[in-house]
């Protein structure tokens, strides 16, 4: 049953090959596998086998059900979690604790409750840029005028009102808060931007505007970005390439939770032009195909997630 399922497994059909361009690793993980306790001795084993190499400038998206090990490779990348074997470094160094080379939006906001809009998204560069004595020099409150200019354009680009701006959390939706969340990690500049479900908890208006906003915001800076969701068209839509992650299986341990990662081709057409391409579902059924085949290895005949890409469900 199960050789059945992996014979039957389709294939995508072949990329055109661009001319390769040397470019710069930024993230590397290499045979990471990731095993927690489960009590008794017992140990669950989530990501197995997981060999990547990221270039710098690339937005990669991660695509999976849950439970397959996405947020998990999120924080490994981010040093909020260790590999139980394996290695992974940034800009060719090793994690081994959180720092700033990476933002991190995950998929529940976290703000100050204490601090207004404004100051939340402030107050990373501001204490960065401030050291001991930087408050009392008066190059620090140029620099602060400077960075309010900044946090409200960006602010306002991810749909927020003037008025908004002097708001406390309790005094937002979740949807709102959720913007607010994205703005700060934009205003650090991280050369790597990991983005956890970033969009699901907002509405699909909201949703399709911010897809738009931070595709543009990537062109314009280029960072790293790993975007992970379970949204196959949200994937398609944004990526340069897409990563397809599936569940580990206890007896077939030697195998990746990798399922598929390919170049994006959607990502050479303008992004307006990306939703009404015929290629958007044509690619959309093939990776839904590659899924449920890898579902069904587990007793999975429909996974949710890739039942209706298109929807909003979490």
């Known amino acids: ?6 014979a039957a497994r389709p294939q995508l059909d072949p990329i055109p090959a661009l001319a390769p361009v040397p470019r710069r690793t930024e ?23 997981i060999d990547l190499e990221i270039a710098a400038g690339e937005f990669v998206v991660v695509l999976g059900e849950t439970g397959c090990g996405k947020s998990t490779l999120l924080r490994l990348i981010l040093g909020e979690d260790s590999p139980t074997a394996g290695s992974v470094q940034v800009d060719g160094k090793p994690v081994t604790r959180i720092d700033a080379r990476c933002g991190y939006v995950p998929q529940k906001y976290s703000l100050f409750p204490d601090r ?59 949807g709102m808060q959720q913007r607010v969340a994205i703005a700060q990690a934009l205003l650090m500049r991280p050369p790597v931007l990991l ?3 970033a969009f699901s908890a907002l509405d ?13 915001v990537w062109l314009e800076s280029r960072p790293t970005i790993l975007f992970v969701t379970h949204n196959t068209q949200e994937a ?17 341990s030697q195998r990746s939770n ?4 390919m170049e994006n081709p959607l990502s050479r057409l303008p992004f307006a032009r990306r939703a009404q391409s015929p290629e958007l579902h044509r690619i959309q059924e093939q990776v839904k195909q590659i899924a449920f085949a890898a579902s069904s290895m587990d007793g999975t ?3 949710a997630e890739f039942a209706n890409p298109e929807s909003d469900s979490q």
């Open 1 to 6: 049953m199960v050789s059945a399922a992996l």
């Open 27 to 49: 993230i590397a993980l290499r045979n990471v596998s990731v095993l927690y306790p489960c009590g008794r001795g017992d140990s669950k084993t989530v990501l197995s086998g």
């Open 116 to 174: 207004t809009v404004m100051g939340n998204v402030m107050y990373g560069p501001e204490n960065a840029r401030s050291g001991i004595l930087g408050r009392w020099r008066p190059s620090f409150w140029r620099y602060r005028r400077e960075l309010r200019d900044e946090a409200g354009q960006y602010l306002g680009r991810m749909g927020l009102r003037p008025q908004d701006l002097t708001k406390y959390p309790h005094q937002l939706s979740g």
């Open 195 to 197: 983005m956890d479900e």
């Open 204 to 216: 699909p208006s909201t949703r399709s505007r911010l897809q738009e906003q931070i595709h543009s």
């Open 236 to 252: 398609l839509l944004l990526g340069t390439r897409l990563i397809l992650l599936g569940r580990h299986l206890d007896d077939r």
């Open 258 to 261: 990798i399922l598929l990662d």
């Open 301 to 303: 005949e429909d996974p």
